[in-house]
């Protein structure tokens, strides 16, 4: 029977933003039944209260793990992401304290590409701007600036995940794509890469944005590029609200240089649902704005809802950190009849000379040996007869440069 070095019970997992059921029952049916769920995010005082006795964090993008809440944060051994973007926590100091991060990179991938392309079609028939009329007793029946999609330039910066299945569905309805990445893309469908930005920025009549938060991408899209975008073309943002200079945005729609704009992410986002949005962008009638709901499907979120929990549960079973983003990946089989022992410390030259030779002189027989590492941490897996797992444990607390210990069983 399998043992942990805590009992399942006692493994606190602190679930935020409602995240789906789905997570839940994955995990109750792993055997966690010691769920604490929030339906919104939290933060400050409420936040520190609430991760300072759990061992694993779900989260979605509201909720900032910066490496003060992490360094409160105990027994915390592993952050679920329920989305696919990871800047709201801080990478590096979590892989410092030996905490794993996981996310899922491709569950919500279809949804955000499914409503930029609405979004293409409703900017460029001039939707927006009749619908909020209407709601006002107005009657904008006219031609003027509606178009079809058919035989239109899509631009898009970001070929990844997203910015591919877009260019697939935005070729079935008849558009010419073109597209710029930091890297060389295999062009799906008939495709372009344009080597430069300001190549895509002329010729497309939408550019829709799907890099990720970076340092190279803050602010990338300001008013240089939104000024060298074509007069009377159309800008879309689902991908972080740092990508994009908001005020520049704003003056070019002023102006009418652009025709309009739909954005989902934003500088700064409420907390909950109850706070106000802000916005200079809030007024425009040609802008539709979405509270970052690119990924919020039930498909996608019941999908995101599995694969995380599921990755969180594998880690806290056997100690696999495959997909992690911030650590080394160690696939592991499942272990019979030994017990398992993780242990995650400095990178530096010798820590498995150092374990394997206390193990030696305690008779400590090592059945298996797995290690990872990366620059600054490694992750070392060993299995040892379940008869000498607690002294083995105890040596393995002692070697210099240990971050972390666990038994599993
Ligand atoms: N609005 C929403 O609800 C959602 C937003 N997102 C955001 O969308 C982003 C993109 O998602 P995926 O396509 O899955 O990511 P991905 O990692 O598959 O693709 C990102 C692409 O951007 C490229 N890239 C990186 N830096 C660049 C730069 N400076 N200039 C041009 N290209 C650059 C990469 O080479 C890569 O091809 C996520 O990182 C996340 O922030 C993702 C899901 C939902
Ligand atoms: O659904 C969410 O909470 C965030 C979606 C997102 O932006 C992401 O997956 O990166």
């Known amino acids: 029977m399998a043992k942990h070095s805590l009992d399942k019970d006692k493994i606190k997992i602190l679930l935020l933003e409602g995240v789906h059921q789905s997570a839940l029952d994955v995990l109750k049916n792993s055997g966690y039944n010691n769920i604490e769920y929030h339906k919104g995010s939290l933060s400050g005082d409420e936040l520190a209260e609430a991760i300072k006795d759990a061992h694993f964090v779900g989260i979605r993008s509201r909720t900032h793990l910066t490496k003060e809440v992490l360094e409160q944060a105990e027994k915390l051994v592993g952050i679920g992401c329920f989305c696919i973007g990871t800047n709201q926590v801080d990478l590096k100091a979590a892989e410092l304290l030996g905490i794993p991060v996981f996310n899922a990179p491709f569950s919500n991938t279809r949804s955000v590409a499914e409503l930029v392309i609405g979004e293409i079609i409703m900017l460029m028939r001039g939707i927006p701007q009749r619908n909020a009329s209407a709601h006002k007793g107005g009657w904008i029946k006219s031609a003027k600036g509606s178009y079809e999609v058919r035989g239109k330039t ?10 591919t299945q877009l260019g697939i569905l935005a070729e079935t309805l008849g558009m010419r794509v073109v597209f710029y990445d930091i890297e060389d893309k295999l062009p799906l469908g008939n495709a372009h890469q344009l080597r430069f930005m300001n190549e895509l920025l002329a ?21 240089a590029q939104i000024e060298a975008m074509r007069p009377g073309s159309f800008l879309i943002n689902a991908s972080r609200g740092t990508v994009v200079d908001i005020d520049a945005l704003a003056a070019a729609l002023e102006s009418k240089h652009l025709a309009g704009a739909a954005i989902d992410v934003f500088p700064i986002e409420p907390k909950s649902n109850d706070d106000e949005f802000q916005s200079p962008l809030r007024g425009f009638d040609n802008v539709i704005l979405t509270p970052h709901v690119g ?51 400095r990178n530096r030259p010798g820590i498995l000379l150092k374990i394997n030779q206390a193990f030696s002189e305690k008779g400590i027989n090592i059945g298996g040996q797995y290690l990872q590492t990366t620059a600054d941490i490694g992750y070392v897996v060993m299995e040892v007869h379940t008869d000498q797992a607690a002294e083995a444990l105890e040596e393995l607390k002692n070697i210099e440069g240990t971050i972390r210990t666990r038994l599993l069983y």
């Open 295 to 345: 990924g919020s499907t039930e498909e996608a979120q019941e999908n995101i809802g599995i694969e995380v929990a599921g990755k969180l549960a594998k880690y806290s079973d056997n100690g696999s950190t495959v997909t992690a983003v911030n650590f080394p990946e160690v696939s592991l089989p499942q272990q019979h009849g030994t017990s398992r022992l993780l242990h995650i410390h």
């Open 154 to 163: 899509l631009g898009v910066i970001g070929y990844g995940h997203i910015g």
């Open 203 to 223: 010729q497309a009549d939408v550019v829709s944005l799907h890099v990720p938060e970076t340092p190279q991408t803050k602010l990338m899209f300001g008013a």
